[in-house]
């Protein structure tokens, strides 16, 4: 059970919610218990689909954006991230099985994406203080600097996530996975 009220419907979030929340089962059929606990604060809802928005335009592909979800949410030990990135990634980017295991564990079964997956979950189990050589393996996989830079920011958005779900206990409306363990 959240430790804050979440609006059971769109009506019932605030106003200025209602757009966004309509925006979201627009685009993915329903509106989440995330999306329906953040849209409490409008603004914090604004800026979360701002940035989720844009990131969905960069360069890294939808796969390789839900790898690094998996990652990150299994660091942090968000079984509400963890859940629904492993559906999402099941269902919308097709990974199987053994790649969310492998993701799950800061790895990826694709030699390309598995440097984009190392290196987001070591920017996470480090807070940002990574080697150079972490970084150089990035480069030299082939990955650009705006590359780079959108797996920080999905990294960080990812680390928002988990912290807002860990912090308010939404209650998880995917098949549950359970984080092995937190960092």
């Known amino acids: 059970m959240p430790r804050i009220s979440q609006p059971a419907t769109i009506a019932d979030a605030p106003e200025a919610s209602h ?3 309509e925006a979201v089962v627009k685009q993915l059929g329903s509106a989440p218990n995330l ?8 603004q914090a809802l604004e800026g979360y689909l701002a940035l989720s928005g844009a990131l969905g335009k960069g360069a890294l592909p939808a796969a390789t954006r839900e790898r690094i979800a998996l990652a990150v949410a299994e660091i942090n ?19 199987d099985d053994a790649e969310i295991a492998a993701n799950r564990s800061g790895a990826s079964n694709d030699p390309q994406a598995d440097a984009a997956v190392r290196f987001a979950a070591r920017v996470a189990a480090t807070r940002g203080q990574i080697s150079d050589a972490e970084f150089s393996a990035v480069k030299l996989a082939g990955y650009s600097d705006a590359q780079i830079i959108e797996i920080v920011q999905h990294v960080a958005l990812n680390i928002w996530t988990n912290m807002f779900n860990n912090v308010f206990q939404t209650e998880v409306d995917f098949p549950l996975l359970a984080a092995r363990q937190a960092a």
């Not at 999306?35 to 409008?42: I, T």
């Not at 559906?87 to 919308?92: C, D, E, I, R």
């Open 35 to 42: 999306f329906r606990l953040v849209a409490v604060s409008p």
């Open 19 to 21: 757009p966004l929340l």
């Open 77 to 95: 030990g968000c079984d509400y991230c963890l859940s629904a990135h492993a559906y999402l990634g099941k269902n919308l980017a097709r990974l």
